[in-house]
């Protein structure tokens, strides 16, 4: 984590690695705060989910300046106030969500202007990869409920008035120069090792950053 930028933070990190800025983290669980506030030191951050302790602590609790205990499925975002984030992240949700474009277009009146957001969730291309313990296929997952495609989502921004600044497959080349390191680590850690470790190299998953 004190490392390596995560994969989701680096298109923003030389622009608000020293600055003050409103983050709302959609799906904040997994350590994300404490992730965040150490790349964002000076960020005020925001999470949102359904569950508050999904794989977070109390560090990670502690350090939220906010929370939206919100499902997306079922509930309004009415109580996210508009025109208030510098940035959003909305990293492998919508696979989740029957919804998801409807999501978007609630999360975008959320951004200020010139406010970003990010988005990440698998590819169409992972329908075809070999099957692992912790997802390497889409199907891995029996949570993950529908497929979006880079086009239709592109389309969807451009039509609300966004800027696609950047997206593609996800790829980073020093991820997958230190996969061997990742299968180790997952090996001694684990006794197993994840799917994730072969994201990058397979193409598992697709991005899009846009600007408001």
């Known amino acids: 984590m004190k490392v390596i930028v995560p994969f989701k933070l680096t298109f923003f990190h030389k622009k608000f690695k020293d600055a003050s800025f409103n983050l709302l983290d959609v799906g904040c669980g997994n350590h994300s705060p404490s992730i965040a506030k150490y790349w964002f030191p000076r960020c005020r951050y925001y999470g949102l989910d359904r569950d508050p302790h999904y794989n977070n602590d109390s560090r990670d609790t502690g350090l939220m300046d906010g ?35 409807d999501v978007i277009k609630g999360l975008l009146p959320k951004l200020r202007k010139n406010g970003y957001m990010y988005l990440e969730y698998p590819s169409f291309r992972s329908t075809r990869l070999p099957s692992m313990r912790g997802t390497l296929n889409f199907f891995d997952d029996p949570t993950h409920c529908r497929l979006y495609s880079q086009m239709d989502l592109y389309n969807l ?19 997958i120069v230190l996969m061997p390191l990742r299968v180790i680590h997952d090996l001694v850690r684990h006794r197993y090792v994840s799917g994730s470790a072969f994201w990058d190299l397979m193409g598992f998953a697709e991005y899009i950053v846009v600007q408001k």
């Open 67 to 101: 929370f939206y205990q919100i499902d997306l499925v079922e509930d309004t975002l009415d109580e996210v106030p508009n025109e208030f984030f510098d940035l959003v992240i909305m990293a492998h949700i919508i696979e989740h969500l029957p919804n998801g474009e």
């Open 157 to 175: 921004f451009m039509v609300n008035g966004c800027k696609i600044v950047k997206g593609g497959t996800r790829r980073r080349a020093l991820f």
